[in-house]
């Protein structure tokens, strides 16, 4: 973000008919340690003070930086479109350069650098969740981005993706060399990580898609897709492919369905933040859900772009794991007092705390993505 | 009496008292501490302008707050209790350093719909409280324009209200009993637990709004209503600003009490339509609120509203549109943050000084208030606007200017000065609902007299060391803060 751009949001929320204190209203971070510092507009006036040079970068105001899930919801609620979440972003960019980076998000970002994914595996395994015997063609209408955490943290549900489209009769592929699309280091304020940039691995990514003559990619991480359609833009790297969510293609091709089989359920829907509030995607899921037979859906109070966040985003699954899972069992709560037996999302990484989150204090719900549950409903 | 520890002292003692996860000194963590909603954007702009406290604590529960206060009464260290930080006339700002008591998380909600009440914590939420209470077809009415963020202690320290309080009343109406920590750290208990009591004096009515200058209120247990379920909302567009007075004097003189009766200036339609609305051009308009359990009522209620505005030349928008409606209210709760959309652009910086007068009128009296500040705006080049609750005859003014520039940011302060005398002057109140603070305490005495000397023996009585937020509603002396033209002086 552009200094002036940055001064002009820090300004629209300090000027004294703002600074409002609404984004107080629904902020994880705000409800897990209960003080200003670690609340949007605490946050934002301490960036006000870290612009004019009265408050020294230090580590402790690198933390207060880094305990945001960036889930946006203080963006959402902003009367004057100040965007803290955004301003956050910028000032960890900020606190990076000058040396301030908390260490465990500059080991992963090294790795993305070198192995390009920010879990730590080699670069070498990042197809090991292809189902064997599994032949796709060398060219394709259609590429599937199976992103970082389908790859190497959610390889059940990568394979039932390629599963669901075959099924679909749909004519796809998969990059040859797929690398992190870049999220990881954007949200953790690492633009440049060991020499490595994100206009590099977008450009690297790109140019693999066009290897593959395809005319769309699709994704189903969230996180990739917010980064392919709005942040390689805004780095000047402008896909000439259609960029799609996996929910968006599933709902555009929705008569190659046969998700016909099944008993009564109730279940409920988790907006991902990266492609809710972040995207403006919230039909196409709910769309999908509803029209399935058998399928009851219910909403939890807070949904769409009040929706609660899983607890994993901007880094805040790595650099705080246990308060992350409070955070995510608030939102299990929610949607177990709808009465749903399922809880279906559309992110890799949310069905991830999710379930962990879920098993780990006994909830007793099950939490799926949609792919699976269209899979299970096949027939 | 000892003498004011140092800080690392301070800490370790604090510490002891709550828990070393529940007390920050750095300075990271005490800087968002240093002003609320009205003094951040000053602050922005004039650097100099910071009051950090020495510590913040949050306790979690009231025998936390009674060893902190005996101590910081032993110490002669001030103490400030603080909720969402929504405050509008500076009444948190820890002009003397000290202890924030950030009181966020005693947020308890237990609802008692069976007794017709809730207690709560002082930090939970307005919003929160009314999710659980609606949940249960009740709810706490007064809704102040800060209701998604603000506080059930900070509206009860403030007296708060908001649009409902013409149907509703303000806060007091409302709180039954309180507990207080004085002081010295003695937790007493004020009002019962029941709808009514002629029980003695009312000690709990003179905590309502005494902006923590007396005790630290750690509960509270408030009357509920029952939730109305049928609302109806229209706005009436007027060709001239008399015409929506002369229309709501019209409908509360036919005796109609509705649930809200909003006024907006020309300035503000014109930040709504800035902000994606496409009302319909005029000098004035009203946004009319009807609330109930019979959707007949409601609706004839509101038609006769209507009949009233059209009368006066109104355009009505709204009345068979629910969707709209809910915009419209909405639209109203953030009209302070649409007045930024009347700045000229916004890299140049601009305060909007908005509802910082919040005067309270006779309703006789408004239209020419109204009017005499809108000459007064025009005469000292003020580029400002006028909104309010004009059933309750609750005035805001809000106007802008450049705070780097010393002569914009005089103009200002005697405009608003001059704005506070007026109302003064026709038999009004300085602040109708946002309270005295810092900002407001220059002119106490010239509504209370000899009264003030009253609330001064009171405050000596309950607070002999003066701990209790210091500086604020002239109770001990009036910080030059208060006064305003320190701030460009120290720039």
Request: hydrophobic content about 40%; aromatic content about 6%.
């Amino acid at each position: 973000m552009r200094l002036e751009e940055l001064r002009t949001k820090i300004n629209a929320c300090m000027s004294s008919s703002t600074a409002c204190g609404l984004c107080r209203t629904q902020c994880p971070s705000l409800e897990l340690w209960g003080v200003e510092s670690r609340a949007p507009r605490g946050r934002m006036a301490l960036c006000a003070h870290l612009l004019r040079g009265d408050l020294p970068p230090s580590n402790t105001v690198a933390e207060r930086m880094f305990s945001c899930v960036l889930c946006g919801n203080c963006d959402a609620v902003c009367p004057v479109g100040a965007g803290p979440s955004r301003v956050i972003e910028a000032a960890r960019e900020r606190l990076r350069e000058r040396g301030f980076l908390p260490p465990k998000y500059g080991e992963r970002g090294g790795h993305v650098a070198r192995e390009h994914n920010p879990y730590l595996e080699p670069h070498a395994s990042r197809l090991s969740w292809l189902p064997p015997g599994l032949h796709l063609p060398g060219k394709a209408p259609l590429v599937y981005f199976a992103g970082c955490t389908s790859s190497y943290r959610e390889k059940e549900l990568a394979g039932k993706v390629v599963e669901l489209l075959g099924r679909m009769g749909l004519e796809f592929t998969l990059l040859g060399d797929e690398w992190c699309c870049g999220s990881f280091l954007l949200r953790t304020g690492q633009g440049e990580a060991d020499g490595a940039t994100v206009e590099g691995m977008a450009r690297h990514n790109l140019e693999e898609v066009g290897r593959r003559g395809a005319r769309e990619v699709v994704v189903n991480c969230p996180g990739c897709y917010r980064a392919w359609k709005s942040d390689y833009p805004e780095l000047g790297v402008e896909p000439e492919v259609g960029v799609l969510h996996l929910v968006q293609l599933l709902d555009r091709e929705r008569g190659r369905l046969r998700a016909e089989r099944g008993g009564e359920v109730r279940v409920t829907y988790h907006d991902p933040c990266h492609l809710g509030r972040h995207m403006g995607v919230y039909e196409e899921p709910r769309r999908l859900l509803s029209s399935l037979p058998g399928v009851e859906l219910v909403e939890m109070p807070r949904n769409r772009e009040n929706s609660w966040c899983c607890g994993s985003g901007g880094g805040f699954r790595a650099g705080y794991p246990d308060a992350s899972k409070q955070v995510a069992k608030r939102r299990l709560e929610e949607a177990r007092e709808t009465g749903a037996q399922v809880l279906v999302t559309a992110c890799p990484f949310c069905l991830r705390q999710l379930r962990e989150t879920a098993e780990a204090f006994g909830l007793g719900l099950r939490v799926v993505d949609l792919v699976e549950f269209l899979l299970e409903r096949w027939g | 009496m000892s003498s004011r520890p140092e800080r690392r002292e301070l800490e370790r003692e604090l510490a002891g008292m709550v828990g070393r996860e529940n007390v920050l000194t750095e300075e990271a963590d005490l800087l968002p501490y240093s002003a609320d909603h009205f003094l951040r954007g000053l602050q922005h702009y004039l650097p100099k302008f910071k009051f950090l406290p020495d510590a913040v604590v949050t306790p979690l529960e009231t025998s936390q707050v009674s060893r902190i206060l005996r101590f910081a009464s032993l110490h002669r260290i001030p103490v400030i209790p603080r909720g969402a930080g929504t405050s509008l006339a500076g009444q948190l700002i820890p002009v003397e350093g000290g202890i924030v008591l950030d009181l966020k998380k005693m947020n308890r909600i237990e609802p008692r719909v069976e007794d017709r009440m809730v207690v709560a914590g002082p930090g939970a939420t307005y919003a929160e409280l009314n999710r659980e209470l609606e949940r249960r077809g009740y709810f706490f009415p007064p809704e102040p324009g800060s209701a998604m963020a603000c506080t059930v202690g900070g509206m009860v320290s403030t007296n708060a209200s908001g649009s409902g309080a013409v149907k509703y009343g303000a806060t007091r109406n409302y709180v039954l009993s309180l507990e207080v920590v004085l002081a010295g750290g003695e937790v007493v208990r004020l009002g019962r637990k029941v709808a009514k009591s002629a029980s003695g004096y009312s000690l709990k009515d003179l905590f309502v709004g005494s902006e923590g200058t007396l005790g630290v209120i750690t509960e509270i247990t408030l009357r509920v209503e029952p939730y109305p379920p049928i609302r109806r909302t229209t706005m009436a567009v007027f060709p001239s600003l008399e015409g929506a007075f002369e229309a709501a004097m019209e409908i509360l003189g036919r005796g109609i009490t509705p649930a809200s009766l909003e006024l907006l200036d020309e300035l503000c339609l014109l930040a709504l339509n800035m902000s994606g609305f496409s009302l319909p051009e005029g000098k004035g308009a009203l946004l009319l609120r009807s609330d109930g359990r019979y959707r007949e009522a409601v609706e004839g209620e509101m038609e006769e509203m209507v009949r009233a505005c059209r009368g006066k030349g109104a355009e009505t928008v709204g009345v068979e549109d629910e969707a709209l409606g809910r915009r419209l209210w909405e639209a109203r709760e953030k009209i302070s943050a649409s007045l930024t959309k009347l700045l000229p652009s916004p890299e140049t910086p601009r305060l909007v000084f908005q509802a910082s007068v919040d005067v309270g009128l006779p309703l006789s009296k408004m239209l020419e208030y109204v009017r005499r500040v809108k000459a007064l705006m025009e005469e000292r080049g003020i580029m400002g606007v006028c909104f309010g609750h004009v059933g309750d005859g609750n005035v805001h003014i809000g106007s802008t200017f450049v705070p780097e520039s010393p002569e914009q940011v005089e103009r200002a302060r005697r405009f608003q000065e001059e704005a506070i005398r007026l109302a003064l002057s026709l038999g009004g109140t300085l602040t109708a609902e946002h309270g005295v603070g810092l900002w407001k305490a220059p002119y106490l005495e010239e509504e209370h007299g000899y009264a003030l000397e009253l609330m001064r023996s009171l405050k000596r009585l309950l607070d002999p060391q003066g701990i209790l937020n210091p500086g604020k509603m002239a109770l001990d002396g009036i910080p030059r803060v208060a006064l305003m033209e320190r701030w460009w002086e120290e720039k």
